[in-house]
């Protein structure tokens, strides 16, 4: 019976696993679900205010540095040529009245392609151990990772889910997928290794607002993870 034990045993866990899965990241994101949702195991995004972690500053020197470098004028050269002439076409653009996200988002590309390339569009994001998946609008990679996710909204409101909700459970899937591949793949074995520092872009109408998740691995019981968040 042993070997058979050991079956039952890998299969209550994915039966586990999958019971505690959210939903798709744009229900989970609507303004009915995810409140209810984070009185549970919340995501860590501070949203409602008190699912929050430890300050990102406290788990690396290199968010010390971000912060510092962050404050402090640009440097005059080439680049920072570059990014004010970005600056300026955002500021002259993003005001308008497009007629749908795409539109947003491909007028978004142009004002900053002198400082930052472009992604994948419709990257999708699936665990092996979950039940739905993720769409995100824009994803940046480099060697086959992940380090930047982007979700576009026309406008405030539109859509009906909030789009932080929506790019932090995307954020969420993407760890998921890192953590099933990490075996065989070198790249994502090293991320998340470093905590799998991302940038999350959410682009509505003048404004867009960064933020910066990092995962941490928590082993609480001999097979359940725990994850915590952070957001500088």
Known sequence: MDPLNKHFEEFIILVRQLQNDLLAPSDFAQPSVWPEAQKGAPILCLRPSDARGLPLTMLHHVFHHFQYKMSRPLAMMAETVAVQIAASELCS?????????????????????????????????????????????????????????REDKLEFGQGGSDACMKITHCYHLLVGVL????????????????????????????????????????????????RMWWVL
Do not use: W
Not at 95 to 103: Q, T, V
Not at 115 to 138: A, C, F, N, R
């Open 93 to 149: 653009r993003m005001g308008e009245a497009f007629k749908d996200e795409r539109s947003r988002g491909k007028a978004f590309d142009e004002c900053v392609s002198g400082v930052l390339e472009k992604g994948e569009t419709d990257y999708k994001l699936k665990p092996y151990l979950s039940g739905h998946y993720g769409k995100i609008d824009q994803c940046i990679q480099k060697a086959h990772v992940p380090i930047a996710l």
């Open 179 to 226: 953590t099933s591949c990490s075996v065989k793949d070198i790249n994502a074995s090293n991320f998340l290794t470093h905590r799998a520092l991302c940038f999350l872009i959410c682009l509505i109408s003048i404004q867009y607002c960064s933020l910066i998740l990092a995962s941490v691995d928590l082993i609480l019981l001999r097979t359940d993870i725990g």
